[in-house]
T-cell receptor
Framework: DAKTTQPPSMDCAEGRAANLPCNHS???????VYWYRQIHSQGPQYIIH???NNETNEMASLIITEDRKSSTLILPHATLRDTAVYYC??????????????FGKGTKLSVKP | NAGVTQTPKFQVLKTGQSMTLQCAQDMNHEYMSWYRQDPGMGLRLIHYSVGAGITDQGEVPNGYNVSRSTTEDFPLRLLSAAPSQTSVYFCASSLGPHAGNTIYFGEGSWLTVV
């Protein structure tokens, strides 16, 4: 089962920041938080990942709480092309299924003009 | 650099037929995997491989077979297609299984079994 909880849907106005929350209260110390998005059944697109520290790249920022039990993906200036399903994934780093991604249902983000 | 390439993009099969979905990557990635996605659902892991000659089962392996004879290729075989295998299939790869290595996905193969 997915180790994350996300709201099923969110709306955001074009040009505004989109803040997508994710709860992962059972995350272990060496498990990473990954974010992917999927636009209309295309292949999942990698956005960003982090372990403990906040991360930023050209697409987004990832804010992880100090206790690591939740995180927020921030798209600083959302555009219509950011409309997609966003998946927050806790990725295990040990054991037989090491490295595999376990997807939940994600958050459907709708960016509106 | 093509990334992860899947063929065919679309396929219609009759129940009981067999076929192979092809996946190739040109990034010298050791880790490759196959997922399926049913309508309104997230992706589910079918099989994965941590290197040439090594494969293992994921969450939903029944009805599928894989082999990894080279680093570049990871084909997925449907032995006897069933309507329940109608789905979108995604191949993925990364440098290795360590959770810090980013996984990259192909564009998908749409399979319909009638």
């Amino acid at each position: 089962d997915a180790k994350t909880t996300q709201p099923p849907s969110m709306d955001c106005a074009e040009g505004r920041a989109a803040n997508l929350p994710c709860n992962h209260s059972t995350i272990s110390g060496n498990e990473y938080v990954y974010w992917y998005r999927q636009i209309h059944s295309q292949g999942p697109q990698y956005i960003i990942h982090g372990l403990k520290n906040n991360e930023t790249n050209e697409m987004a920022s990832l804010i992880i709480t100090e206790d690591r039990k939740s995180s927020t993906l921030i798209l600083p200036h959302a555009t219509l092309r950011d409309t997609a399903v966003y998946y927050c994934i806790v990725r295990v780093n040990y054991g037989g299924s090491q490295g595999n991604l376990i997807f939940g249902k994600g958050t459907k983000l709708s960016v509106k003009p | 650099n093509a990334g992860v390439t899947q063929t065919p993009k679309f396929q219609v099969l009759k129940t009981g037929q067999s076929m192979t979905l092809q996946c190739a990557q040109d990034m010298n990635h050791e880790y490759m995997s196959w997922y399926r996605q049913d309508p309104g659902m997230g992706l589910r892991l079918i099989h994965y491989s941590v290197g040439a000659g090594i494969t293992d089962q994921g969450e939903v392996p029944n009805g599928y077979n894989v082999s990894r004879s080279t680093t570049e290729d990871f084909p997925l075989r449907l032995l006897s297609a069933a309507p329940s295998q109608t789905s979108v299939y995604f191949c993925a790869s990364s440098l290795g299984p360590h959770a810090g290595n980013t996984i990259y996905f192909g564009e998908g193969s749409w399979l319909t079994v009638v």
